[in-house]
C-alpha cells in the first residue's frame, strides 16, 4: 500500500468534514481529548495537518485524563506527551484523583460498569478543563465504527434521547457545556489502524482492562462480519441516519448541577450522584 496516496485519502476526507461542517471557524481554540488511543491520536495529527494547510489561524491544546487504572493509563499518558511534543502542541494533564479525590481501580465495584464512574468523570472533567482554559470546543476521536455502534445501541435500548448526540458537531446547549466535535465521524476504524501503521506511529494499543462483553462489543461484532461479507454496510447505516436524523435540530434543554453548578439535564449532575454513591459507600 503506497503511504502517501493512503495519507492523502485518510486526511483530505477529514479535511472535506471539517469544510462541509465548519466543525473550526477562525481564531477559535480546540482542545483535543488525547486518550494516546489511535484514534485520538489520529485526530491530533489530522488537526495539526489541518492548521498547517489552512488559511486562517486557530489554536490547538490537548487534554489527557488519568483515571486511575494500574498498569493500563500510564503507557496512553507517555504516548499523548510523545506525540504532542512532536507535533508541538500543550498537552494539559488532569487525574480523576486531583479532580474527583478517587482513581477508578478504588471504585469501580460501587457499580454495575466500571464504564459508568469511568465515563462520567472523564466527561466532566474534559469539559471543565476545556471551559477554564476558554476553548471553544472539544475535539474527540469518535470515529465511523464507534458513532454507529453508538446509534444501534440506542436503537437497541429505545433511547432515542441519545439520537441527538448523533452527528458531526454537538452543538452548545448551555452556556457552561463546550460544544465537541468528531472530525474522525466518517473515517473507518480499520483505516485508522492503516495509517498509524503504515506511518509506524507511536499509540496506545491495550484493551481497557475494564472492558467486557457489552452490548457495544455484540453491535461491533455484528457490524464487522456485516461488512466483511458485504462491504459498505458501514457507510451505507451512517448514510441511512443523516437521511432520517435531524442531526442540525436535535437538541435537550440543560439546567445547573445544585450541588457543582455543572450542566446536567436532572437537578444533581451525574458526577455529584457518583461521587454521593463512593463517600456512601466509604463511610
Ligand atoms: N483518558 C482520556 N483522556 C482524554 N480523552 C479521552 C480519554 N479517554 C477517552 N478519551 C476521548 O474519548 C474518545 C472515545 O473514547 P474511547 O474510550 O473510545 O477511547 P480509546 O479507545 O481509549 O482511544 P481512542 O478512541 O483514542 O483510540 C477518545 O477518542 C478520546 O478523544
Redesign the pocket.
Known sequence: MNKERFNKKIFSRIDNLINDYQLIKENEKIA??????????L?LHALKNYQLNANFDFELVA?????GIEAY?QH?IDVAVSNTELLDIPLIQKSFKEEEGFVLDDIYYYFKSACIPCGVF?RNI?NKTAYEIGANKIA???NLD?EIQSFLMSFSRGDTVKFSKFGPELNQIHEKLVPRIKPLWNTPEKEVGIWAILNDIEIHLDE?PYSNLSLRAKIKEFLNKTESKHPGTKENVLNSFIKILDVENAHTVLNECEICGQPTSGKICKSCEIKDIVSGNIK
Open positions: 483535543i481529548a488525547l486518550s494516546g488511543g489511535k484514534d485520538s491520536v485526530t487534554i489527557s485524563v488519568d483515571e493509563r496512553g472523564r474534559l474527540t476521536g469518535h464507534d481497557c
